[in-house]
């Protein structure tokens, strides 16, 4: 990261559905930042392990489809896995129930982190993920560690499915999402956590507007406090 003190980095984490990816892209054009969906990083290498044949067990062969990955991300919402527009097919309940085998993977990760460390050094960025607070970004100024009660997550992620064109079961997506905080809280290599300097909002009950406002209103406050 060249010694540059990570001042412009917000990070924002939390365990899924609790509205991270929603909120933190339009805070992100509110603060005239870059947004950087590290989820989707993880979700772009599934993808690709599964469209290669890689079996999902193999953790060396796992770790060098992450490595040789051509990911690019730079076009608003849509996510490039060597030149394929993958943008739906990474929300694919079957990605979404296989990502654990490359986000438990250490050598996976790693290539990871430095790639998102290499984003953010481009210039301010709203980074949102599970261990941006605690692994990738631990010098940034404004860390938020988002959550909403297990109920709602379910039904915000219900409400995301249904709008891309999957059908659901709701008590089916709510024990996926109850396997998937286990296995992201539980995890040894970066375990879901909020970062001893975060600042936690619970989301339950509150729109996404209001939600951005807040984190807005938070980003503000410590640039404030710095300057
Ligand atoms: O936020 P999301 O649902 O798109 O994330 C997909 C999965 O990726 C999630 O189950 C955990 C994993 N992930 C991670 O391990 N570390 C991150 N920084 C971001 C996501």
Redesign the pocket.
Known sequence: MGGRTITDVVTIDGP?GAG??TVARCAAERLGYAFLD???M??AATWRAMHLGVPLTDDVALATVAREMNLDMAEGNSVLVDGVDVSAAIRAPDVTRS?HYL?DNTNVRETMVAHQRRIAALGPTVAE????GTIVFPEAACKIYLDASPEERANRRAEDMKAAGHSVDIEKLAGEIRE?DER?RNRTV?PLRPADDAIEVDTTGMTPDETVDAIVALVEAVKGTAS
């Open positions: 899924a991270k990816s590290t989820g989707a993880y979700r990502i986000a993920g599970r261990d941006m998937r992201d970066a």
